[in-house]
C-alpha cells in the first residue's frame, strides 16, 4: 500500500495557520451543525491544493479543490446565495446533497485571504516623509563633534 504525503496548499496567496484557526472558530460559531464539515475543510485548505478556475467567466465562482485523502480534484461551483447553494462534483455529495466540504474549503480560504488582506492593510506603517523645506537652512546648529566630521580638510 502506498501512501502520499500531503503538501502544503498552494493556493496564493498563503495564509497562517493563526488565521485559519481564527476563521474556522469564527465559523463554526455561527454554524454549530455543520463544525466537524468545516474541520475537515480546514484540513483540505492546510494540507490540499486549492486552484481557482481559469476562465474568466468562472473566476472568483469556480475552483478546482484536491481531494482530503486522495489525489483527485473536485469542481466546486460557488453560489451567491451562500454554502447551501454551493455545488460540488464530489460523489458523496452528488448522492448525499447538504453541504460539502470541499465548497466550505474554498469558503474558509476566502475568508482567510480576506482577514489577511484586511491585516496587512492595517499593519502598513508609511514611510516618513520629510517635513523640511529642503531650499531653507537646517533649522538647527551641528556640534563641534560632527561639524569635524563633515570637514573634508581635515
Not at 121 to 145: A, C, E, G, H, R
Amino acid at each position: 500500500m502506498q501512501t502520499t504525503t500531503p503538501q502544503a496548499q498552494d493556493s496564493s496567496p498563503s495564509i497562517s495557520l493563526a488565521t485559519l484557526r481564527a476563521v474556522l472558530a469564527k465559523g463554526q460559531a455561527a454554524h454549530p451543525e455543520l463544525a466537524p464539515r468545516m474541520e475537515r475543510a480546514a484540513m483540505i485548505v492546510a494540507l490540499r491544493s486549492i486552484s481557482p478556475a481559469m476562465a474568466p467567466e468562472n473566476r472568483g465562482t469556480c475552483y478546482w479543490v484536491q481531494s482530503e485523502c486522495a489525489d483527485r480534484e473536485y469542481w466546486i461551483s460557488l453560489s451567491e446565495r451562500g454554502y447551501r447553494g454551493d455545488r460540488c462534483t464530489y460523489p458523496d455529495y452528488q448522492q448525499r446533497g447538504g453541504t460539502c466540504k470541499h465548497a466550505i474549503a474554498v469558503r474558509l480560504l476566502q475568508a482567510c485571504q480576506r482577514r489577511e488582506q484586511a491585516t496587512t492593510v492595517d499593519n502598513v506603517i508609511p514611510f516618513p516623509t520629510p517635513t523640511l523645506d529642503p531650499d531653507q537652512p537646517i533649522p538647527y546648529v551641528l556640534t563641534d563633534k560632527a561639524l569635524s566630521v563633515t570637514d573634508p580638510v581635515a
